[in-house]
C-alpha cells in the first residue's frame, strides 16, 4: 500500500511520517512570507489541515510533496499579504532573477568559449590542507555556510536550500514556489555564488 493510500484510509502512522519529513522544510519557507516563528507555524498547521481535507480530490499530477508545498505557499502568501510585509513569491523571484549582481566578478569565471571549462570558476577554493586547522573542524565550516546562506535574500535562500540541502529537484521546486524555470536557475545559481564569495573572504580572512 502506498504512502498516499495509507493517509486516505487514515493511517496516523503514515501521516506522522509525512509531517517528520516535511515539517522542517515548510516551516522555513512559511517564514519567508509571514513575520514571525509564531505565524510561520500557524501556517504550517494550517496547510496540514488542509491537506487532511483535500486528501481525496489530490489528482497526483505532481507528487505529494510537491502538491503539499504548493498549498503551503499560498496560504502563506495569502498571510503575508494581510500582513502587509511582503509580495508574491513570483514577483520576489523576479525582482531577484533581474537585479544586477554583483557578490561575484564576471572575471571569476572562464570565458564561455574556454575549451575545457566554459564558464566554470576561474580558479578554485583552496585546498582544505592549505587552510587554517579550525576549517578541517567540519562544525566549523558547517556553521559558516549556515551563516552564509542566512545572509542571502529570501528567494536565493529557500531555493538554494531545497535543492542543495533537501535535494528538491528543479520542477518540484518550480512548482511549489510558483516560480519559472529560469528564475530558479537564476536564483539557484546566484545563491550558490554569494555563499562561494562568503566562504572564500572567510579563508583570506584567516590566512592574513
Known amino acids: 500500500m502506498t504512502l498516499l493510500e495509507r493517509l486516505r484510509d487514515g493511517d496516523g502512522a503514515a501521516f506522522a511520517t509525512l509531517v517528520d519529513g516535511n515539517a522542517a522544510s515548510m516551516l522555513r519557507v512559511a517564514r519567508m512570507h509571514v513575520s514571525s516563528d509564531a505565524v510561520a507555524q500557524e501556517v504550517v498547521q494550517e496547510t496540514w489541515l488542509a491537506v487532511l481535507q483535500g486528501l481525496d480530490r489530490f489528482e497526483e499530477r505532481s507528487s505529494l510533496r510537491t502538491w503539499i508545498f504548493h498549498i503551503l505557499v499560498n496560504r502563506a502568501r495569502t498571510r503575508g499579504v494581510r500582513e502587509a510585509r511582503t509580495v508574491p513569491f513570483s514577483t520576489l523571484a523576479a525582482r531577484e532573477a533581474g537585479e544586477p549582481f554583483a557578490a561575484v566578478d564576471a572575471d571569476r569565471f ?73 528564475n530558479q536557475r537564476v536564483l539557484l545559481h546566484r545563491a550558490r555564488s554569494r555563499v562561494r564569495a562568503s566562504l572564500e573572504r572567510e579563508m583570506a580572512d584567516e590566512r592574513l
Not at 142 to 164: H, N
Open 110 to 182: 572562464l570565458p564561455a568559449d574556454d575549451a575545457e571549462w566554459p564558464g566554470h570558476w576561474a580558479a578554485p577554493l583552496p585546498r582544505w590542507d592549505e587552510v587554517p586547522e579550525r576549517h578541517l573542524d567540519a562544525r566549523e565550516t558547517a556553521t559558516s555556510v549556515r551563516g552564509a546562506l542566512a545572509a542571502l535574500p529570501p528567494m536565493q535562500r529557500i531555493v538554494m536550500i531545497m535543492r542543495d540541502v533537501e535535494g528538491w529537484e528543479a520542477p518540484e521546486i518550480c512548482n511549489a514556489l510558483d516560480i519559472s524555470e529560469a
